[in-house]
């Protein structure tokens, strides 16, 4: 803003001694709150950073203006994170500020009164959980998703829709996260089991324990992850988070990890605790989230998740089954589930699995064929509302030539009565979804557009059917009726299946549609894939370049670059001239640095002037990470204008690694002042609890030149900085080193030899990148020392971090260390944790290294007798390794309990190494069964790969099995 249309003061006012400048307000929620916050302190700044004295002396000067707060009133006002209880007071503070800043003082006015209000009014995102208690139909499947229990002898009409509830192992840690929330630390819990084991359940009987006022909140419309991002900004203290079947929210690509990032940022927010995620998961969906891959998918996920697993078995154990009351005023749904459940699994029972099993596999023809598109549907991607016209154009697909010529007119009507029935007072196999709504509202969601019925698949036989169906491809009936009936929503997920089962034109198809309705991730598949088919044929590239949506930044990105490589240079033009620096969304500072990027090559300046603008005024500053590579990349776009104002609004950051970053973006963007600024601020008040990250900081302000702060920091850290991590202190050293702090460097490294922690081996099996700054420190006698130590003292459960540190000993040279290591694991072989193949398979060649080959010998065939086989990629490992150290007897040992056949095909990366350690240890018949696993598992490319049959394949599939005649964009719809 600039003019000052109010008339008013001149600039900031001399000052002989200016008193310390004020801090920045930290502000949670609501969101309006944070933006009345964030735009008093950027008119703060913008007018000097006038003392208190100052601004209430412009209050006595002014009789236009209806506040007229004190000195402390003011300091709240800009400092504190709650909402100022004057309006006047706040745009009183405001329009002075606006005219020492030069500012549009009406327009200032105007927003902070808007703001004022707006804070005033919000309630955050969910509903009150009393409310929710009071009604619970609002809690059953459709609601919250807890199963309603079957019916036995009345008690639904005497006891209500949900049994007696008896509490088991899992409650007791999950009421310790509650608890925990209850006295104002936000947490997450994740309650991972199989369908119908009472997850659910356990977290609403967990929430009721909350006190009054918690709200809770269950993101659905229009999708899991677009209604999570779409409202974590509004979510409020006191909440509750409900991510039931959480993989719908984390597991989408990109979403998933927005959705991941947005709910760490929001845990760990002091700002708008406590907050109280709760999910439930599938343990396979577990493993997917948690597992890291190449590429990692979920690294964020993972982030999010990890330690926060609480495992729901199954069945009952004995004491369980105690608990369950068989008087006479007892619950007789406990006593019946008690009396009859398979194995004392109560809870499945109690949802009717029995009764949905029974029914299921005497299901027969039509029936048996709708009910299995519907569990197709689910396990290629579809959501949970499945549109009944695509499952009646799929059946008939499923069905025997002789199947087919039986049916009769009113097939549907009898396959849905049968699919539909509920089984004793629990949903059916199929549940038909509501299309109604709230009525008297006028907030009231419209239907969807076709108004036709859509199903829900009952959630145990969703989970039976990816497992007893997950080597069945569907077939052509299922893929071509999914591209005319599915919701957009779901087409870009059954365009990736239908892709990676090889059946291109089907995903073609798939993909085509998702690109009409906007979706730019599906347009840059449907150029990659259709260039490689047709490297000529631009139609799919104008496709994509005229219907993608170009509110997501990196997914313009993307599309972009996937076009420049097919050549298509006229429809990346296309695309950057319908302007996405205009349209997109500035959430994700990296995403619109990466468009900045495109935009810039592509010549396209008066759009990257445009973002720039946005960008420096409007970007968020939650991730202070992805603020810096912003920042450093607007300068290096010319915008050294917009650089230094965004960086300027970032400079409060209290990270050291991301202070690091920034001062290196503001260097190079040349605002020298605000690098100097943060680099006392930086030096001043560090946290020196993370070795890596005081380093990465000393790196920073030396290539700045602040040496002064270089010295006090390097004085701090070598006296103060934690020793927790061998890694973290080996780079601090090297910093440190390199700024010529070499006194520093000796009391830090002489600290970290005589207190590195030891019991964690891997953290110590960094000591090879330790060992030598301690050296070139002049510590010979530390390297020893530690060396001694970890030899002597280091635990011995984990073979993996054990032979990491007998490597790392080895290679500084501590013979002496590495054979007491040595002896040591050795003694412990007979303990050995065989349930990890990756762990064996670094240990084995580590202990051949130093002679201990009786020990090699021993484990290699325990190993080979015993290690699981679900792992492929520790299979693999596990192979490679006993070839290196010559076991051919426990190779054999290994393959003959036929590891191809057993192993889990469920990730590309390490199915491909374990196939490449079979054809190194020539087991051939074995890489052709693993091979012929892969295309229903949705790894065609690596079955053409390793078979050899791209060519035979060079238009894809069918889902029998035979390949493909040629196609061309004609064929699609």
């Not at 008896?166 to 608890?179: A, F, M």
Request: hydrophobic residues 45%; charged residues 20%.
């Amino acid at each position: 803003m600039s003019g000052d249309i109010g008339g008013g003061l001149p600039g900031p006012k001399e000052s002989p001694r200016r008193p310390r400048q004020l801090t920045r307000a930290r502000v949670g929620w609501p969101l309006a709150l944070r933006e009345l916050k964030e735009l008093l302190y950027e008119v703060y700044l913008a007018a000097g950073a006038p003392s208190l004295d100052e601004i209430t002396g412009d209050f006595a000067n002014d009789d236009t203006l209806v506040g007229s707060p004190s000195r402390d009133t003011v300091r709240r006002v800009i400092t504190d994170g709650e909402r100022p209880g004057q309006q006047a007071d706040v745009v009183a503070v405001a329009t002075v500020l606006a005219r020492r800043a030069a500012w549009d003082v009406p327009d200032a006015a105007g927003r902070v009164r808007d703001l004022w209000v707006q804070a005033g009014m919000a309630k955050g995102a969910g509903r009150l959980i009393s409310e929710l208690r009071g009604d619970v139909r609002l809690v059953l499947d459709g609601g919250l998703g807890v199963h309603p229990a079957l019916d036995t002898g009345g008690a639904r009409d005497r006891l209500g829709i949900l049994p007696v509830y008896v509490p088991r192992d899992h409650d007791e840690r999950l009421k310790g996260v509650v608890d925990a929330a209850t006295a104002g630390r936000s947490g997450i819990a994740v309650l991972v089991g199989g369908s119908s084991t009472g997850k659910t359940r356990a977290l609403w009987e967990a929430v009721g324990a909350l006190p009054v006022g918690w709200r809770l909140w269950h993101p659905l419309n229009p999708t899991a992850p677009h209604a999570a991002l779409a409202a974590l900004p509004d979510i409020a203290p006191k909440t509750v988070v409900w991510l039931n079947e959480a993989q719908h929210y984390l597991t989408p690509e990109p979403l998933g990890e927005q959705v991941a990032a947005g709910l760490r940022e929001l845990l760990n927010d002091p700002s708008r605790a406590p907050v109280l995620v709760l999910g439930t998961l599938w343990p396979e969906h577990w493993d997917t989230l948690t597992t890291c891959t190449m590429p990692d998918r979920h690294a964020g996920a993972r982030a999010l998740l990890s330690g926060h697993k609480i495992d729901v078995p199954d069945a009952f154990t004995t004491a369980d089954l105690a608990a369950l009351d068989t008087t006479d005023d007892a619950d007789p749904r406990l006593t019946q589930a008690a009396q009859h459940a398979k194995g004392t699994q109560i809870a499945q029972y109690l949802a009717g699995v029995p009764y949905l099993m029974d029914r299921y596999h005497a299901a027969r023809g039509a029936t048996l064929a709708l009910i299995h598109a519907a569990m197709d549907a689910r396990r290629m991607g579809a959501g949970l509302h499945i549109p009944l016209d695509w499952l009646v154009g799929a059946a008939p697909g499923y069905l025997t030539d002789a199947e087919y010529e039986a049916l009769d007119d009113d097939w549907l009507s009898k396959a849905l009565a049968y699919a539909t029935t509920p089984c004793n007072g629990i949903p059916g196999i199929l549940t038909p979804v509501t299309s109604s709504g709230p009525r008297n509202q006028r907030t009231r969601r419209r239907l969807a557009a076709s108004g036709r019925p859509q199903y829900l698949l009952a959630d145990y036989l969703d989970q039976h059917g990816r497992h007893h169906r997950a080597e069945i491809i569907p077939p052509v009936d299922f893929w071509t009726t999914a591209a005319q009936h599915v919701h957009p929503a779901d087409l870009t997920a059954l365009g990736y299946a239908a892709l990676d089962r090889g059946l291109y034109r089907d995903a073609a198809q798939l993909l085509k549609h998702a690109t009409t309705h906007g979706n730019p991730y599906a347009g840059a598949t449907l150029v990659q894939h259709l260039h490689t088919l047709h490297p000529t044929d631009r139609r799919p590239a104008r496709w994509a370049a005229a219907h993608a949506a170009l509110g997501d930044p990196y997914a313009v990105v993307k599309l972009a670059g996937t076009l420049r490589i097919a050549g298509a240079y006229e429809q990346t033009a296309v695309l950057l001239a319908r302007d996405p620096a205009a349209h997109a969304a500035l959430d994700n500072p990296q995403a619109v640095a990466m468009l900045v990027g495109v935009l810039r090559e592509a010549g396209a300046h008066e759009q990257v002037t445009a973002l720039a603008k946005r960008a420096a005024a409007h970007t968020p500053l939650d991730n202070p990470h992805d603020v810096t590579i912003l920042v450093k990349v607007l300068g290096a776009a010319g915008a050294h204008e917009q650089a230094t104002a965004l960086a300027k609004r970032a400079a409060a950051l209290d990270d050291p690694d991301h202070v690091a970053m920034l001062v290196d973006a503001l260097r190079k963007a040349g605002a020298h002042e605000q690098v100097t600024a943060l680099a006392k601020q930086a030096a001043a008040h560090t946290p020196l609890d993370d070795a890596y990250d005081v380093a990465m900081l000393v790196d920073a302000l030396r290539k700045a030149g602040a040496h002064e702060q270089v010295t006090a920091l390097a004085k701090q850290a070598a006296a103060h900085a934690a020793v927790n991590s061998s890694y973290g202190i080996a780079m601090l050293l090297g910093a440190l080193r390199k700024a010529g702090a070499h006194e520093q460097v000796t009391a830090l490294a002489k600290r970290a030899a005589a207190h590195a922690p030891l019991d964690n081996p891997l953290d110590v099996g960094m000591l090879g990148m330790l060992a030598p700054v301690l050296r070139k420190a002049g510590a010979h006698e530390q390297v020893t020392a530690l060396a001694k130590r970890a030899a002597a003292h280091t635990p011995l459960d984990n073979p993996h971090d054990v032979g990491m540190l007998v490597d790392a000993l080895r290679k500084v040279g501590a013979h002496e260390q590495v054979t007491a290591l040595a002896k040591r694991a050795a003694s412990h072989i007979a303990h050995a944790a065989l349930d990890n193949p990756q762990a064996v398979a670094m240990l084995a060649p580590v202990l051949r290294k130093v002679g201990a080959h009786e020990q090699v010998t021993a484990l290699a065939k325990r190993a080979a007798a015993h290690t699981p086989l679900d792992n492929p990629h520790d299979v693999g490992m596990l192979l490679g390794a006993l070839r290196e150290v010559g076991a051919h007897e426990q190779v054999t040992a290994l393959l003959e309990r036929d590891p191809a056949a057993h192993t889990a095909v469920n990730n590309p990366h390490d199915v491909g190494m374990l196939l490449g350690a079979l054809c190194e240890v020539g087991a051939h018949e074995q890489v052709t069964v693993l091979a012929e696993r892969l295309p229903p598992a949705g790894m065609f490319d690596l079955f053409i790969n390793h078979g050899g049959h791209r060519e035979q394949f060079q238009f894809g599939r069918e889902p029998d099995g035979s390949a493909a005649s040629s196609w061309t964009w004609n064929d699609l719809d």
